[in-house]
């Protein structure tokens, strides 16, 4: 599984050019390619547009909004551990694949986690804007 820096330089793209396709700026570019963690599902999106690669497969935390990762697991035997994969060519016991499960279910809890904290925000943001209109209207 590649990386987002592996995607973009497969495209001989650097940062800026990225950012450029992107609407995103190289700082932040750089940024989410250190730590892929830190971007939001909004900046996921369009860097995997930009790349036309899947959103699930550069940002694992948005598997599950990615109808393309449909049956992804996370692999814990590469070395880049929690990387979303679908090789499951080998035949698991039942603990293995309960934990395998397991481990999907709670990437997936995670994710809704995420989306669930940006709802909020959103919601708080909005709760802002109507107050200031609401003010703006008395004054």
């Known amino acids: 599984m590649l990386t987002m820096r592996e995607v973009r330089k ?6 800026a050019g990225l950012g450029s396709a992107s609407g995103l ?7 989410i390619e250190r730590e892929p963690g830190t971007a939001k599902m909004k900046e996921a999106d369009v860097i995997s547009k930009a790349l036309g690669y899947p959103m699930g497969e550069l940002f694992p935390q948005f598997a599950i909004f990615d109808p393309s990762c449909q049956g992804a697991s996370v692999d814990k ?6 990387v979303v994969g ?6 698991l016991g039942p603990m293995e694949e309960l934990q395998q499960n397991m481990d999907k279910l709670n990437l997936k ?3 809704a986690m995420k989306c669930l904290d940006l709802l909020m925000l959103l919601i708080e943001k909005t709760c802002e804007v109507l107050e200031a209109r609401k003010h703006a209207k008395e004054v």
């Open 10 to 15: 497969n495209k001989l793209w650097n940062q």
């Open 25 to 31: 700026s190289q700082t932040r570019i750089s940024q």
């Open 77 to 82: 035997t590469e070395p880049r551990a929690g």
């Open 86 to 91: 679908t090789d499951n060519a080998v035949k």
């Open 109 to 111: 809890i995670k994710s």
